[in-house]
């Protein structure tokens, strides 16, 4: 039946989705609609930034100077020759978006600015900076003494388009994600891997969309990646400015704000075609509207997407594990001329998998004995509101956020029905709503300043409600299982930086916190119920040389912990206690000829105290206990080069020793064991070339990712091995008048392997389980923006 349809289809045009940001030359040439009145050169520079959606990193204090107004159509260039002059200090474009602000020689400074030279057009060979604010305030890239990696739409040498964080994680090093399926993937960061299992503990690595936490305890949602400016990855221990959980690292999802001084769109139709699979689609659209002019504007966002399945029942249909996503998201800005700012952000996705996408014979069979279906349907929320600006010479950020998830999955538990003690057919029903709402208020130093600080007050509330239902032809069980855990952080933070001498910076990072966990849990007829508060204190400590001024070298010490909560197989107490993580590294980056190659390196070591991890219990049901102790050790680097003539070089790699090295009770393990998910040794690489043919610019390109042998989990039974594999794709883009077209081919070489051991927790005990890789697939899309 399969064959037949993709016969029929065969001759369909696919589309699917490109970026929806403009390319780097237009994004420079654009002209906007500025008005802004003369002021305070602070005020003025953050208005043009709401105009504009241009970012400004400082090398200098900015002085107490007014500045000249500049109203009209103009380029962000033009505004800021023209509220500059005359002031001591002028702007560097260093990036498509992003200045950074310097001092003037001193024999300019008082004299007329003279006509701006022009720009080069960004190209493959251009260095250009990426301003990051993860940290809480503007910083460029290269000068943070910390590993933090960006993935960026449109970097030519990675021209194939990430839509989720699965896809992220092949571009950055020291990332990975579980392929648990949409809705149900963990993230990983340098080796920090608790579980596999979607359990109750919380995530170690803190997911955020701008301003604001969006999980605590639940998988990362499965967020569609469209119009997003870039996702900043932090890695390692982050607990002083990002709290509780945040133990292997932190990623940060910055989306495009409303751009005030410009009216534009983008829509883009696309599809998909799956080999041994079905056929895909997609709709995306974005517009950007000014609503008052030089005060508002509105940043609408929708898509809808289907991808096509490739997992077949052995006695039914075929491709059954098809998906299918919608959602939109709302942005309004309000900007004044006194660098006051207020963002109102809403979105909202709705998410359904009509079945797992696991096997349970050799992953080269995508195939599955399929006695009950096993869908799934997620819906994801979010609302927050930012309020910013100036404070004397501080600047102060409000933010409130409410992020919710509600999931719902089925799984066919027959497998358990013994253990669970109703026999049969069985069917679980597992219902979870997640509550996170997140409220911080900070202040910042003076732009420019030279000790550069942060600091504020923080309270974050986690709510997870979660039921268990039993299903047979002839009765129900509706409350089986049942959560209720609700977890508290109130907590004050500071960061700073100070120079010690020119070229030599110490920076300091501190959280002082209160958490309180009331966890409530029943399974069948037992009922356990922990109260506990805990109050703990959270360092982190960096110092960095700056050995020239495209060459960092830093050593960072961080920490960060995670509250406890109830263990049901703890007879003495009851609950698994809170663990911790404490890590060193050293690193650097570092530019060479020109800024054609750029160098970015770091080795770490890591000591987990009392890890939480998910585990299954013989019923299948998931639970959290201490598991013990484990180090990790590892390296990482990557290289870009750019060696002229359109072509540009992108290669990484992680080796990494992630082990378990102490039962729970303190005991040395005779053999280390490794931590679950993560692998030993993964790299990737990229090529890509810019050539102009027939009258028009295209860009073909080819990436490769190897990805290491790994575990499932340390748990007795289920310590399988998975992973081992490499994956290749290739394609091209260009651009035809309004239109950019692009064709890709994910998996080129059509790879068979497991890239995830697990699929069902009441079977998984009594069957091997196998997630396949997604065969070839085939992309073709066209998009056009105004």
Do not use: C
């Amino acid at each position: 039946m399969r064959t037949a349809m993709v016969r029929r289809s065969g001759w369909s045009i696919v589309l699917a989705a490109s970026a929806l940001l403009p390319p780097p030359a237009q994004a420079r040439d654009e002209r906007f609609a500025i008005s802004l009145p003369a002021g305070n050169l602070a005020d003025i520079l953050e208005a043009l930034s709401a105009q504009t959606g241009v970012s400004f990193v400082y090398d200098v204090r900015l002085p107490t100077a007014r500045t000249r107004a500049a109203r009209g159509h103009m380029t962000a260039r033009d505004a800021l020759d023209r509220i500059l002059q005359g002031t001591p200090v002028h702007a560097v474009r260093i990036g498509p978006r992003a200045f950074r602000i310097a001092a003037r020689p001193r024999s300019a400074a008082r004299r007329p600015a003279p006509p701006a030279a022009p720009e080069l057009q960004a190209t493959a060979t251009a260095d250009e900076e990426i301003v990051v604010t993860a940290r809480k305030l503007p910083e460029a890239l290269s000068s943070i003494a910390g590993a933090i990696a960006v993935y960026v739409p449109r970097d030519p040498a990675r021209q194939d388009r990430a839509t989720r964080a699965g896809d992220v994680a092949r571009a950055i090093e020291g990332l990975n994600v579980a392929n648990g399926g949409l809705g149900r993937e963990r993230s990983f960061i340098r080796g920090l891997a608790d579980s596999p299992f979607n359990g109750f503990s919380q995530s170690t690595v803190s997911v955020q969309v701008d301003e604001g936490r969006v999980t605590y305890d639940a998988a990362e949602p499965g967020l569609y990646l469209t119009d997003i400016a870039r996702v900043e990855v932090l890695k390692g221990p982050q607990g002083p400015l990002y709290g509780t959980g945040a133990l292997g690292g932190v990623y940060r999802i910055v989306t495009n704000r409303p751009v005030i001084g410009s009216t534009s769109g983008t829509a883009t139709m696309g599809g998909q075609m799956v080999g041994s699979g079905g056929l895909g689609a997609n709709a995306e659209a974005m517009l950007n509207l000014p609503l008052v002019s030089d005060l508002a504007a509105l940043r609408l966002v929708g898509y809808a997407r289907s991808d096509a399945g490739w997992v077949d029942d052995a006695d039914g249909p075929s491709d059954v594990n098809r998906t299918r996503i919608a959602g939109g998201r709302a942005a309004l800005r309000l900007a004044s001329a006194t660098g006051w700012t207020t963002d109102l952000i809403g979105a909202y996705q709705v998410s359904h998998t009509a079945d797992s996408q696991y096997v349970d014979r050799d992953y080269e069979d995508l195939t599955r004995n399929i006695s009950q279906r096993e869908p799934r349907r997620g819906v994801f929320g979010l609302g927050q509101a930012i309020v910013s600006g100036p404070i004397g010479a501080l600047r102060l950020t409000a933010v409130t956020s409410h992020a919710w998830q509600d999931q719902h999955d089925v799984f066919d538990a027959s497998a358990a029905a013994t253990q669970l003690g109703v026999p049969g057919a069985l069917r679980y029903r597992d219902g979870r709503a997640y509550r996170v709402f997140d409220q911080e208020v900070r202040l910042t130093s003076a732009p420019g300043s030279a000790f550069a600080w942060t600091a504020g007050v923080s309270y974050i509330s986690a709510v997870t409600r979660a039921t268990g239902a039993i299903e047979t032809a002839t009765i129900t069980v509706p409350d089986y299982f049942a959560l209720h855990r609700r977890v508290t952080e109130t907590s004050l933070f500071a960061d700073g930086a100070y120079p010690l001498a020119p070229r030599l910076k110490l920076a300091i990072g501190m959280r002082l916190f209160r958490a309180t966990t009331e966890d409530e849990r029943q399974e069948e007829l037992d009922a356990r119920k922990v109260n506990h508060a805990v109050i703990g204190f959270t360092p982190s400590t960096s110092l960095s040389y700056q050995l020239a001024d495209d060459r960092l070298f830093y050593v960072r010490l961080g920490t960060a912990y995670r509250p406890g909560g109830i263990d049901p197989s703890n007879s003495r107490t009851g609950r698994y206690v809170g663990d911790s993580v404490r890590s060193i590294e050293a690193g650097g980056r570092a530019s060479f000829d020109g800024g054609r190659l750029d160098l970015t390196f770091a080795g770490f070591h890591a000591v987990w105290h009392n890890i939480q991890s998910d585990y299954l219990e013989p019923a299948g049901l998931v639970a959290t206990h201490n598991a013990g102790d484990a180090t990790i050790f590892g390296v990482e680097g990557s290289a870009t080069w750019r060696p002229g003539g359109g072509w540009q070089l992108r290669g990484g790699f992680t080796i990494q020793r992630p082990r378990l090295t102490n039962a729970a009770d303190g005991t040395r393990l005779p053999k280390d064991r490794r931590l679950p998910v993560v692998p030993d040794l993964a790299g990737d690489f990229a090529i890509a070339r810019t050539v102009r043919l027939f009258g028009h610019e295209i860009t073909p390109y080819a990436a490769f990712n190897y990805v290491g042998a790994s575990r499932l989990s340390f748990d007795d039974g289920l310590d399988r091995g998975m992973g081992d594999y490499a994956l290749a794709r290739a394609g091209a883009t260009t651009t035809v008048g309004p239109f950019t077209l692009a064709l890709d081919v994910d998996n080129l070489l059509d790879a068979r392997a497991d890239s995830f051991a697990y699929g069902n927790p009441f079977s998984i005990h009594s069957e091997h389980q196998y997630t396949p890789l997604r065969p070839r697939t085939f992309s073709l899309s066209v998009s056009r923006s105004f």
